[in-house]
């Protein structure tokens, strides 16, 4: 009996001495957005009619005959996922040229129609299945532009959506995200009109508040991306991967996360012939990711299957070297199991305490009391550590905090900054990454510092929050170096840009057309008229395979060339077309173009801008082209 009393008062003690948890603070992360953020980094794959055009932007006139891989192998793509340590992957299931890679019943402009399969196959089933197989979860990007459908821009259309987006969400399991392109009409096939349909604004036009309610229903557990920011997750603002610094996840009241996005490849979303030599290294890639998931978002990297249905061979090696160098920057954790005193624990309360900080579980969070909005915690590490980039976490399910913080080392004696405290009105943007402020933590934040350092005591300091802070994880990491990744070399095979300073020029404001091709990016041919041309006399003949264009990069669009056409001559008077078509998604990225085509002998190139965005004017800010220089 006296025992069971004295265990009594025991646990009564504990319960009047324990201290309640803090108020959730501000806008709340759903559980889907928690667990959503948790996977980091997951698959784009662009696949479809565009793979066999040479597009970015398929018109929508293209026959679903085009589609035909003949090596098409969903589990292979998956594994290699997978194994390079990716979360999921996101299937383009329709593009903005209509065309979809399911047997809907919404439109006819369909796989059916493909003789891939003998018009039986089914690409989002074979992607959904690998992905069940390989416990992989699976998501599909659907795009409201459709420039096939003659009913675009019309009340007619809404039915044909909202039919695939419940396709998509009955017929192929779980979907963890479904994504909306923010594309919002222009010219197109549209049934045969052949002409351009502008919706006014989107969400007015596809009523996503309807399309949001649709989705839960069917799926509630989908995170949505897009929907004019009635999902959870929006466009992180550039399509090279990075977001801005400071991160809040807060918009219009609501917690709204963003997630980064960028192509594996320069060339593009599609995969296009001769990219191997375009592939963005390991290093680079790592740059992406502590430029996203780094600042408290999600990265998609898009890898895209070639026209046998495979990846192409240099991409997943880079994907393969990124993965070990992700996998090598995480797997050691110099902070774990460090000893923590905080300046001050809520209620003195042990679930509160700094020991929080550094003992792996990212659900426990150092706290101090209501009302201190700027406390310190010291770590001592077991052993003096070697280290270069720092990571910390809020416990987010209690809303974001932090505004400022700043981290010091115990070097030669006496504590010294190494990562300073944000000050209000900074922002990183772009690939700013080496040494950086502490501003924001959210979901969690990376800073790699300038230097390696070498030190058994570390200071956090929280200088500046909008309620007190609730701090989950502290961890020392380091950065592997460039030669524990493979590296991905050029292919040798491949037409180089041909370059000469004996070239001449011609057409309008020929005086300009030098600054094309001079690999300067702040400087550009242009003229204030729409169509226009230029003429390049490379002097000698050469076979001639492509060419790239960058549009300008001042932060203008007006005068972007947005459509094209290439002309070739041997003589300078008889020319012939070799390409024309339309440089797609120059807003959200004003990237260099590829553009392919039959190689052919040719000493005069000419360049036809048809087409600009913003109003009349034409520009090249940099451009290449590409072949075979004549044998010496």
Request: aromatic share 12%; glycine share 10%; net charge neutral.
């Amino acid at each position: 009996m006296l025992r069971n009393f004295l265990l009594t008062l025991s646990c009564l003690g504990c319960t009047l001495s324990a201290a309640p948890a803090p108020e959730p603070y501000g806008p709340l992360p759903t559980e889907q957005q928690v667990k959503w953020l948790r996977m980091e980094w997951y698959a784009f794959v662009h696949f479809g009619l565009n793979t066999y055009t040479n597009r970015e932007w398929g018109y929508g006139d293209e026959s679903p005959k085009l589609f035909n891989p003949s090596d098409f192998d969903a589990e292979a793509i998956v594994r290699t996922f997978k194994g390079a340590g990716m979360s999921g992957m996101i299937y383009t299931a329709k593009h903005h040229d209509g065309f979809c890679t399911w047997p809907t019943v919404s439109t006819t402009h369909n796989i059916t129609l493909s003789p891939w399969e003998g018009g039986k196959g089914d690409v989002v089933r074979e992607f959904a299945n690998a992905c069940q197989k390989y416990d992989f979860p699976f998501g599909t990007y659907l795009s409201p532009w459709d420039r096939n459908c003659a009913e675009y821009g019309r009340a007619g259309y809404l039915d044909v959506y909202y039919k695939q987006i419940e396709e998509l969400l009955t017929q192929y399991g779980p979907i963890f995200e479904i994504w909306f392109d923010g594309a919002m009409g222009g010219d197109g096939f549209y049934g045969g009109a052949r002409e351009k349909r502008n919706i006014g604004q989107a969400d007015r036009y596809y009523n996503y508040e309807q399309v949001v309610k649709n989705i839960r229903k069917l799926q509630p557990d989908c995170i949505i991306w897009g929907a004019a920011k009635r999902g959870d997750v929006m466009w992180g603002g550039s399509e090279k991967g990075f977001v801005k610094y400071p991160l809040w996840n807060v918009q219009n009241n609501k917690w709204l996360s963003l997630e980064g996005d960028t192509p594996i490849n320069h060339r593009g979303w599609f995969w296009h012939p001769g990219q191997a030599g375009n592939v963005k290294s390991p290093e680079h890639l790592m740059d992406v990711y502590l430029a996203s998931v780094g600042r408290g978002a999600n990265l998609i990297l898009n890898l895209a299957p070639n026209r046998d249905g495979r990846l192409d061979a240099a991409d997943v090696a880079s994907l393969e070297a990124f993965g070990r160098m992700r996998s090598r920057l995480l797997e050691k954790d110099y902070a774990l199991g460090a000893e923590v005193t905080a300046s001050q624990v809520r209620g003195n309360d042990n679930r509160y305490d700094g020991s929080q900080l550094t003992d792996g579980d990212m659900e426990s969070y150092w706290c101090p009391e209501d009302g201190n909005t700027t406390p310190t915690a010291e770590i001592k590490l077991a052993a003096p550590a070697t280290f270069d980039v720092i990571r910390l976490r809020e416990q987010i399910r209690l809303g974001q905090r932090v505004e400022a913080f700043r981290v010091e080392a115990m070097m030669d004696g006496k504590w010294q900054t190494i990562v300073e405290a944000g000050q209000p009105g900074q922002v990183e943007s772009q690939f700013n990454l080496r040494g950086g402020k502490g501003h924001t933590i959210g979901n969690q934040v990376m800073r790699w510092l300038s230097q390696p350092v070498t030190t058994d005591r570390l200071r956090l300091s929280i200088t500046r929050a909008k309620a007190c802070p609730c701090i989950s994880e502290f961890s020392l990491l380091r950065m592997p170096s460039a030669e524990e990744a493979k590296q991905v070399t050029e292919d040798d095979s491949a037409d180089k840009p041909l370059v000469s300073k004996t070239w001449k020029f011609s057409g309008f404001a020929a005086e300009k057309a030098p600054l094309a091709f001079d690999g300067k990016t702040d400087t550009m041919w242009h003229i204030a008229r729409t169509p226009s041309h230029f003429v390049v006399d490379m002097q000698q003949t050469h076979t001639i395979s492509g060419f790239s264009y960058l549009p300008r990069q001042d932060g203008v669009t007006n005068g972007m060339t947005s459509r094209y056409r290439v002309e070739l001559s041997l003589d300078g008077k008889n020319w012939r077309v070799a390409a024309e078509g339309e440089f797609g998604n120059l807003r959200a990225n004003p990237v260099e173009q590829f553009v392919t085509f039959a190689p052919g002998k040719a000493r005069y190139f000419r360049f036809f801008s048809t087409a600009a965005l913003d109003g009349v004017g034409s520009s090249v800010a940099e451009m290449k082209i590409f072949g075979q220089a004549p044998a010496k």
